[in-house]
């Protein structure tokens, strides 16, 4: 157990369906991230937020759509999605300055668009 | 910019024996953090072992070791009597001190046999 909790584990859903990812942080950490795992791929970051503030967008398609209300919860609202998103969402947590610069993963939301 | 390689995609290690992983990095930085995460069938991603640029002594946590070394830009993981448990994708990781920017290699698929 990291103190990262992500939900669903698993999402399936079509191309015009709306969902969200949800994780929480139960570290007191600053930091907050989203990643995309595809296979044979290095891990892509995708957002970072700092005190609830977004600091990186790494040109993410407009489709997904974060959203950070406090440190603790990070959200990730997904619509009009491709197939080519199917792939292992990661949610991560670190507070920079500190711990030693670890980060620190959830388990991830494997994700299926059909 | 920092980029991070893993040129073994997959390898196998004997239960009991020791395997050692390969991962190479690029940065014009001096002081850095360089990690090892660990990410079992279960898709948590665990983190192994860490070390900072400035510290001569290689980092040690129980059966892991590394052997850092600065001026090649290299930051091998070794496991020592290999557990069944051991079996995961093992990932190199770079980040600049108090940054949110965490650099991934794409990984090393290990499977240890019994």
């Known amino acids: 157990e990291t103190g990262v909790t992500q939900t669903p584990r698993h999402l399936v859903m079509g191309m015009t369906n709306k969902k969200s990812l949800k994780c929480e942080q139960h570290l007191g950490h600053n930091a907050m991230y989203w990643y995309k795992q595809s296979a044979k791929k290095p891990l892509e970051l995708m957002f970072v937020?700092?005190?609830?503030?977004?600091?990186e967008n790494n040109s993410v398609p407009s489709r997904f759509s974060p959203e950070c209300p406090n440190s603790s919860h990070l959200f990730l609202h997904l619509h009009t999605l491709q197939p080519e998103d199917s792939a292992l969402y990661l949610c991560a947590s670190s507070q920079p300055g500190t711990a030693l610069g670890k980060l620190f993963f959830g388990s991830g939301t494997q994700l299926s668009v059909l | 910019a920092q980029t991070v390689t893993q040129s073994q995609p997959e390898m196998s290690v004997q239960e009991a024996e020791t395997v050692t992983l390969s991962c190479t990095y690029d940065?014009?930085?001096?002081?850095?953090?360089l990690f090892w995460y660990k990410q079992p069938p279960s898709r948590q991603m665990i983190l192994v072992i860490r070390?900072?640029?400035?510290?001569?002594q290689n980092a040690t946590e129980n059966r892991f070791s590394v052997n850092f070394q600065k001026a090649a830009k290299s930051f091998s993981l070794k496991i020592s009597d290999s557990q069944l448990g051991d079996t995961a994708m093992y990932f190199c990781a770079f980040n600049l001190p108090g940054t949110y920017k965490y650099i991934f290699g794409t990984g090393t698929r290990l499977k240890v046999l019994a």
């Open positions: 940065t014009s930085e001096s002081n850095y953090y």
């Open positions: 070390q900072e640029a400035y510290k001569q």
């Open positions: 937020y700092n005190f609830k503030e977004q600091t």
